[in-house]
């Protein structure tokens, strides 16, 4: 197949069946999709940044909310659970770059679920603990938490830890998930 400039050619294209991409999911590409050389999709695909998504496990739903709209206007693409067995069910389809965990909450704790996700196989996200326990530091130890926000929390810390173990919404990430 060769390729061929848009205009009239469109009409072509249609009759013949060649398959036409306005600008390949995005890249700005432009041609048929038979005519584009692999390894310059892959360039351009590679410029696009993934925005670092978070998980949030809590059952104070007016917790999880907050965080969400809060996250979500930070930049972050954002999960939630409402306890860690539903938080497990979300990781089978997603991989967040962090974890925000609460301890105490019904179905499945903070340390079950820590527990189970150390099972799983492939990276995994930091957890970071959140919890109103005076002992936040020995239990996000207990859970291997990267590190703990206590209850009630102040946002802008809460956001600049999430920002450490993260990364910013679209950079880089010292996370490895």
């Not at 907050?66 to 409402?82: F, K, N, P, W």
């Not at 499945?108 to 196989?121: E, I, K």
């Not at 102040?154 to 679209?170: E, F, K």
């Amino acid at each position: 197949m060769t390729s061929f400039a848009w205009g009239d050619d469109r009409r072509r294209a249609a009759l013949w069946g060649d398959i036409v991409a306005d600008g390949y999911c995005g890249t700005g590409v432009e041609g048929t999709a038979n005519d584009e050389p692999r390894a310059k999709l892959q360039t351009e695909r590679s410029r696009v940044k993934r925005r670092k998504q978070i998980l949030i496990v809590d059952d104070d739903q007016e917790i999880r909310e907050m965080l969400e709209i809060t996250l979500l206007e930070e930049g972050y693409d954002v999960l939630s659970a409402s306890d860690g067995e539903a938080a497990l069910a979300l990781l089978e389809r997603n991989r967040p770059n962090l974890i925000l965990l609460d301890m105490r909450m019904p179905v499945m704790d903070g340390w079950g679920f820590a527990r189970a996700y150390a099972s799983c196989p492939g990276p995994r996200a930091p957890i970071l603990v959140m919890t109103a326990a005076v002992d936040a530091g020995t239990w996000a130890r207990e859970v291997g938490a990267c590190a703990s926000v206590a209850k009630p929390f102040d946002l802008n810390r809460l956001l600049d830890s999430i920002a450490v173990h993260a990364g910013s919404p679209t950079g880089s990430s010292s996370a490895s998930a």
